[in-house]
């Protein structure tokens, strides 16, 4: 198993001085993967609401800064040398699939076959009506859509594609991926997001949090793999060529988190229950899991990642 954390887009560590240090860090380190969220603007006005918190308030809307993803993680391809680029998540139709794709070849190319794209179809309406999108309602459609975009391009050598949104022939798209294939994660815990995985995905890479979706729990995940499996089936594929990886998107808590039926919330408490955790979902299958070890200040967030490295993984089991 290994092991990835989010890099700051907002508030005070995004900046090019601590963006390196963290990255460096975060390599040196042993971490595996550097996740990169994904905003392009931050609405004033915020009606949406955020899936991944109880209340369903965003906490990125204070402040009103967001670093550009894919300009980040071409930042961050240029000062390291091996922890792989993750978009966590990418918002699908956010971007023109063709460009995006170009975008996300050439920063392969220059990272020596680095970068992983973590998919999302997103679910702030405001931003998406200020970009100019395709419809929000068609946002699973667009997502499907565009995948199929960048598969196309990324492996044809005479690519062309003929869809409801997208359309192109007799084109040259070089140079390809260094990856054969370039890694799709599918990111999502809904009934859609599972069979988007299924269908589309190279791994499946959702969040514990959703309150509408709960993974929260080692055996709240397996249930969710079971709908996984059994979708993989149905769309012909081997369930086992699915990567799976978890994302645990919330700070760490020295103390456990007890959720509604007085089961401890995944990834809370003690560096021994964290380390449970990761064994139990590694049971599971899972292979990459990710944290957000973000603070208010450098020292604090090296501090956590470091403390992450001696005190959990040691007591995760081989």
């Known amino acids: 198993m290994d092991f990835g954390f989010s890099m700051p887009t907002r508030g005070p560590l995004a900046n090019k001085r601590d963006l390196v240090e963290i990255a460096r860090a975060g390599e040196a380190l042993g971490f595996s993967y550097l996740a990169i969220p994904d905003h392009i603007l931050v609405p004033r006005q915020i009606d949406s609401r955020y899936p991944y918190s109880q209340e369903g308030d965003w906490p990125g809307r204070v402040g009103g800064e967001c670093l550009e993803q894919l300009t980040l993680m071409a930042w961050l391809a240029a000062a390291t040398e091996k922890a792989r680029l993750l978009t966590s998540v990418m918002v699908v139709p956010h971007r023109k699939p063709v460009h995006t794709a170009k975008i996300l070849a050439t ?16 679910w702030l309406r405001e931003e998406f009506e200020a970009i100019g999108t395709e419809p929000f309602e068609a946002r699973g459609q667009v997502t499907d859509e565009y995948i199929r975009v960048f ?7 005479n690519p062309s594609f003929a869809g409801e949104y997208v359309s192109f022939k007799d084109i040259s798209f070089e140079p390809k ?8 994660w599918i990111g999502g815990e809904s009934g859609r997001a599972l069979k988007r995985a299924a269908s589309l ?3 499946w890479y959702p969040i514990g949090a959703n309150p ?8 709240r995940y397996a249930a969710a793999l079971e709908r996984l499996k059994r979708h993989a089936e149905e769309a012909g594929r081997d369930p086992a060529e699915i990567a799976l990886a978890f994302w645990a998107n919330w700070p760490g808590n020295a103390h ?15 560096a021994e229950q964290i380390a449970q955790d990761i064994a139990g ?8 899991v990710l944290f957000n070890f973000q603070r208010p200040s450098l020292p604090e967030m090296l501090e956590a990642m470091q403390q992450f490295i001696e005190d959990v993984r040691p007591k995760v089991p081989a």
Do not use: Y
Request: proline share 9%; charged share 20%; with cysteine.
């Open 151 to 157: 598969k196309e391009l990324w492996t044809s050598e």
């Open 177 to 184: 991926p260094v990856q054969r294939p370039l890694p799709i």
């Open 281 to 288: 979902l590694g049971a599971l299958g899972v292979e990459h």
């Open 107 to 122: 920063i392969d190319v220059l990272s020596g076959g680095r970068v992983v794209l973590g998919c999302g179809t997103g």
């Open 201 to 203: 995905g190279d791994g």
């Open 256 to 270: 456990p988190i007890e959720i509604e039926d007085g089961q401890r919330f995944i990834m809370t408490g003690s």
């Open 212 to 219: 509408r979706d709960p993974l929260n729990t080692v055996p």
